[in-house]
């Protein structure tokens, strides 16, 4: 059974520029978490959706930063323009209804690198 | 204050020994808990998560003290593969409802 399927997995690109992270995550589950994860910050809550409506985008850094999901079996994550300072690894996990009371599984990541 | 707070280390433990280490949180209401590990480059993966009664799952215990709000995890006979990045987990923390994590621990252990 397929996991969380994110891509692409390594994107480099220059300031900028737009960039569009894609995450599909398992069949059946009902919400889906954007992370960013950095050395100096950890993994931070960007975005979480629930049966595909956005519940809670306090974590996404400004303007720049959107997501959607237009439907259960996809989602992306866009930055726009991006800025050094973007470059992360981006993590993308789905759980069952009631997300942050059950597991939490985890997509393989983007490494982002903005130059 | 940081919400979720880990010693970041590194442990660097013998194999065979027992290690443990903590994890405090500041929001009070935070109502669910997890220990997540993380490998070089890899994704988190949950570990355990843990109940107010205290749970264990083979070498692995997990403590929660919800009137000084600290997590513990106990690894006990610890082997080469425990090697990784322990994240502690909270709910209600930083979002409305989402989890907090922890920067995490580095465990190390050694032959």
């Known amino acids: 059974d397929a996991g969380v399927i994110q891509s692409p997995r390594h994107e480099v690109t220059e300031m900028g520029q737009e960039v569009t992270l894609r995450c599909k995550p398992i069949?059946?589950?009902?919400?889906l978490f954007w992370y960013r994860q950095t050395m100096m910050r950890g993994l931070e809550l960007l975005i979480y959706?629930?049966?595909?409506?956005?519940?809670?985008d306090s974590g996404m850094p400004e303007d720049r930063f959107s997501a959607k999901m237009p439907n259960a079996s996809f989602s992306t994550l866009k930055i726009q323009p991006s800025e050094p300072r973007d470059s992360a690894v981006y993590f993308c996990?789905?759980?069952?209804?009631?997300?942050?009371?059950?597991?939490?599984?985890f997509g393989p990541g983007t490494r982002l690198t903005v130059l | 204050r940081k919400e979720v707070e880990q010693d970041p280390g590194p442990f660097n433990v013998p194999e065979g020994a027992t290690v443990a280490f903590n994890c405090t949180y500041s929001?009070?209401?935070?109502?669910?808990f997890f220990w997540y590990r993380q490998d070089c480059r890899k994704e988190p993966k949950l570990l355990m998560s843990?109940?107010?009664s205290g749970n264990e799952d083979g070498r692995f215990t997990a403590q929660l003290n919800r009137a000084s709000q600290y997590i513990s995890l106990l690894i006990r006979d610890s082997k080469l593969s425990d090697s990784a990045t322990y994240l502690c987990?909270?709910?209600?923390?930083?979002?409305?409802?989402?989890?907090?994590f922890g920067k995490g621990t580095h465990l190390i252990i050694q032959p």
């Open positions: 996990a789905s759980s069952t209804t009631g997300g942050t009371y059950n597991e939490q599984f």
């Open positions: 069949s059946g589950h009902n919400s």
């Open positions: 959706f629930n049966n595909n409506v956005p519940i809670d």
């Open positions: 929001n009070s209401a935070s109502q669910s």
């Open positions: 843990v109940y107010s």
């Open positions: 987990v909270v709910n209600g923390g930083g979002g409305a409802d989402g989890l907090t």
